[in-house]
């Protein structure tokens, strides 16, 4: 077992959001969700989330046919803010004390992201979810992720996906594909097969020397034995 960490970075993509069902959001796994990060909370580590927006718009698939990319990209990040707002209002009845900063402009509906007012709501124990991205188009919420993360000086990126770490192969298409438990930054960059998270995203992790999980965040305490330092998913560093 590992040291466990202080602060943690916890990447939520929009299509495990929307859970049960096809799009929008499940507030079912929400609360369940919410119940999760209440356990690490309650031990005193710092949880910043960053959220996809995939359950709502994918940049990537609406540009074109007229729309530019960069607009495409905006209504994406608009799909990240859908999902920060209905998790924070969440955790809150959960009784998890969460806070909905927004990297664009969008006071009416959320505070601004400001670096020294995420450190005071982070120090004062509270979940701070991050909506928009990085707030500009042509980067992922992944690289978004590992941006912030690197940021508000979190010890690690917590990338949440659909199976249990990375595999040598798509383990939907291959019955014999393996699970790794540890590898490098170099390894995951070169091998096109891997696909957890854009290169981009990995290259300034890499450049940083900040460790990204990728584990399966729907399984109970999975969270919690991560932030413990248990060997669960993939630990790329």
Not at 58 to 65: F, K
Not at 134 to 142: A, E, K, M, Q, S
């Amino acid at each position: 077992m590992g040291a466990p960490y202080k602060r943690i970075l916890l990447k939520l993509s929009g299509e495990q959001l929307a859970g049960k069902f096809e799009g929008g959001i499940d507030a079912e796994l929400g609360a369940w969700l919410a119940r999760e990060v209440k356990k690490i909370a309650a031990n005193g580590t710092q949880v910043v989330i960053m959220v996809g927006g995939g359950n709502f718009a994918r940049g990537a698939q609406l540009a074109g046919h007229g729309i530019k990319r960069v607009t495409a990209d905006h209504i994406g990040m608009l799909g990240t803010m859908m999902n920060a707002l209905a998790l924070t209002d969440i955790f809150e009845s959960q009784g998890v004390s969460t806070r909905c900063l927004s990297n664009i402009f969008a006071e009416q509906v959320a505070e601004p992201f400001i670096h020294r007012l995420a450190e005071k709501h982070l120090e004062k124990g509270r979940v701070v979810i991050t909506a928009g991205g990085i707030g500009r188009p042509y980067l992922t919420t992944d690289t978004a992720a590992v941006s912030l993360a690197l940021e508000l000086d979190c010890d690690v990126v917590l990338k949440a996906t659909k199976v249990d770490g990375v595999y040598d192969k798509d383990p939907a298409q291959h019955a014999d594909a393996s699970k790794v438990t540890d590898m490098s930054f170099q390894e995951a960059v070169a091998n096109d097969a891997i696909k957890v998270m854009d290169k981009a995203a990995m290259g300034l992790a890499l450049e940083h020397e900040l460790p990204i999980i990728v584990f399966d965040a729907m399984q109970a305490d999975n969270i919690q034995k991560v932030v413990a330092g248990e060997n669960v998913g993939t630990k790329i560093s």
